[in-house]
T-cell receptor, first 114, second 110 residues
Framework: SAVISQKPSRDICQRGTSLTIQCQVD?????MFWYRQQPGQSLTLIAT?????????ESGFVIDKFPISRPNLTFSTLTVSNMSPEDSSIYLC???????????FGPGTRLTVT | RKEVEQDPGPFNVPEGATVAFNCTYS??????FFWYRQDCRKEPKLLMS???SGNEDGRFTAQLNRASQYISLLIRDSKLSDSATYLC???????????FGKGTTLSVSS
């Protein structure tokens, strides 16, 4: 499986500000995904990020709030914009490559909005 | 109806016990099935894929019943290190999103 890193690992931010989370993979991967895990909940997909095209967002998530970049096959960023306390969550990126159905996750970014 | 439903838990068992987790999924078009393990404050990690013929990995056995849209995970001879949340996961195909159940928490005590 790929080795995935995320930065920052955690942050405490004030409401109204924005935070950009980076996801770096040690190999080229076709598809990257961004998930959110709110306290006490399971994971929910935010969007799918493919290199060279616009990200595809799930219902309830919009590009203005969660802009995503995917400049190459090993890197992606997720920005949480105009944050509110409800955005306090763990944000995780995951990858799958080729024909694989399995996904592997980065260590997550723990965000607290005050 | 939730897409993936799991036993609510928590399961509290002694070391050496056998424990079984159940999961149902609502979308009959689901193609792949997994069990992930998530330790406290960590990312989910793939435990095993689940196949229609059933599959075993050491103390862990997973089964899939497509007709009933039912998935199970059996853990034999539980260890303290098995304590975690177990997530039932389905996907509609390669490169599509994983759909997670809410997870079942297992606590193994000595």
């Amino acid at each position: 499986s790929a080795v995935i890193s995320q930065k920052p690992s955690r942050d405490i931010c004030q409401r109204g500000t924005s935070l950009t989370i980076q996801c770096q993979v040690d190999s080229q991967v076709t598809m990257m995904f961004w998930y959110r895990q709110q306290p006490g909940q399971s994971l929910t997909l935010i969007a799918t990020a493919n290199q060279g095209s616009e990200a595809t967002y799930e219902s309830g998530f919009v590009i203005d709030k969660f802009p995503i970049s995917r400049p190459n096959l090993t890197f992606s960023t997720l920005t949480v914009s105009n944050m509110s306390p409800e955005d306090s969550s763990i944000y995780l990126c995951s990858v799958t490559g080729g024909e694989s159905y399995e996904q592997y996750f980065g260590p997550g970014t723990r965000l607290t909005v005050t | 109806r939730k897409e993936v439903e799991q036993d609510p838990g928590p399961f509290n068992v002694p070391e050496g016990a056998t424990v079984a987790f159940n999961c149902t999924y609502s979308n009959s078009a689901s193609q792949s099935f997994f069990w992930y393990r998530q330790d406290c404050r960590k990312e989910p990690k793939l435990l095993m894929s689940v196949y229609s013929s059933g599959n075993e990995d050491g103390r862990f056995t997973a089964q899939l019943n497509r007709a009933s849209q039912y998935i199970s995970l059996l853990i034999r001879d539980s260890k303290l290190s098995d304590s975690a949340t177990y997530l039932c996961v389905v996907t509609l195909g390669a490169g599509t999103a994983l759909i997670f159940g809410k997870g079942t928490t297992l606590s193994v005590s000595s």
